[in-house]
């Protein structure tokens, strides 16, 4: 072979390896450009082709524009998009055992919740990985609370009202039909519109998100009750994460998790000013729920989790997690 000949295959073979390294992860969310949830999101990105030389990169289809959470799960499963930074409803069509930690009313306080969370975390991301999916990061939307355009203090109320609910959340239309209230199923792209029209006039969600979401001049009051503390995680498949070559592996993993914890914090924080800023900016009135409401949402939540067992968790899961909540309370 000549000299030239040997350079120039040479040559060519490093061609390859160099672009076969090139990885491009597609992933959705419905969060809208701008938000906190998108900006460290972009952080991460940034991050993560800095440390790996520009050999791994995320492409991120925001603001919904690739569909609803549950659109996006039929993209990622025909290979059409990677992955997703997904809320709990998204995470628990790829894994339903996730939604334990979204049960309406089931944990007394977020402390009980945490401790839960931090026993079952591990098993989570290996059942994720069992499934096809490897978890990046998790995430938290903080604690989601009734608003609504008339005060809501008891479950009559609540009824009444033409709540939204996330449509193909079927943890949640359990909770409308065991609670006797007809709620509104729809896309969060649809909502706004919605309650313009009056189609729709009580939301439920974290303080930021309401804000984030622009549903905030829609509504005029807010029941004082912690319904649900909102799960949320970057997850791929695990055919995505094993393209990533593997001297990158554990960066991405690393950069992914450092920055959902971030938007964790980041999130709380803003959740604490959103809800100051709504009461004193746009009159957003806080409105305690009577003792009917917070006794018969206890009752509501054991029901609600008991009648999920076989459907989104086994019943071995779901003693698992009781014995958690009784383990925490005993040390209290």
């Known amino acids: 072979m000549s000299k030239w000949l040997l350079l120039f295959v040479m040559a ?21 450009e701008g938000s906190i949830w998108m900006v460290e999101l972009d952080k991460m990105n940034q991050e993560i082709q ?41 995470l628990g069509e790829l894994m339903s055992h996730i939604r334990i930690l979204e049960l309406p009313f089931f944990y ?11 026993k079952i975390v591990a098993k989570l991301e290996q059942e994720f990985w069992d499934n096809n999916y490897k978890m990046l990061g998790w995430t938290e939307g903080g604690f989601a609370y009734l608003y609504a355009s008339d005060p809501i203090r008891n479950l009559d109320a609540f009824r009444k009202a033409k709540v939204w609910f996330y449509e193909g959340d079927a943890l949640i239309e359990a909770c409308f039909k065991e609670l006797n209230a007809a709620g509104y199923p729809m896309g969060v792209t649809d909502v706004v519109t919605s309650l313009q029209t009056g189609k729709i006039n009580c939301v439920y969600c974290p303080h930021y998100a309401l804000m984030a979401m622009r549903w905030h001049t829609h509504v005029h009051y807010y029941t004082d009750l912690p319904i649900v503390n909102v799960m949320g995680g970057l997850v791929i498949t695990k055919k995505a994460f094993l393209k990533i070559p593997k001297a990158h592996q554990k960066t991405v993993q690393d950069v992914s998790r450092k920055y959902m914890e971030q938007l964790f914090l980041k999130v709380k924080a803003e959740n604490e000013n959103t809800v100051v800023e709504l009461r004193a900016k746009f009159n957003i ?24 067992i076989g459907k989104l968790y086994t019943q071995e899961f779901f003693d698992e997690v009781c014995g958690y909540q009784e383990e925490f309370r005993k040390k209290k």
């Open 12 to 32: 060519s073979l490093l061609c390859t390896v160099s672009y076969t390294q090139q990885i491009t992860v597609k992933i959705a969310t419905v969060a809208p």
């Open 50 to 90: 800095r440390k790996t030389r520009g050999d791994v990169k995320f492409y991120i289809y925001a603001g919904g524009v690739a569909g609803e959470e549950r659109s996006v799960v039929k993209k990622i499963q025909m290979n059409a998009l990677d992955g997703a930074a997904f809320a709990g409803t998204g």
């Open 108 to 118: 007394n306080d977020y402390n009980e919740w945490r401790y839960v969370y931090g």
């Open 285 to 308: 009135q806080a409105v305690a729920p009577d003792a009917s409401m917070l006794e018969e949402t206890k009752v509501f939540s054991q029901k609600i989790a008991r009648t999920q």
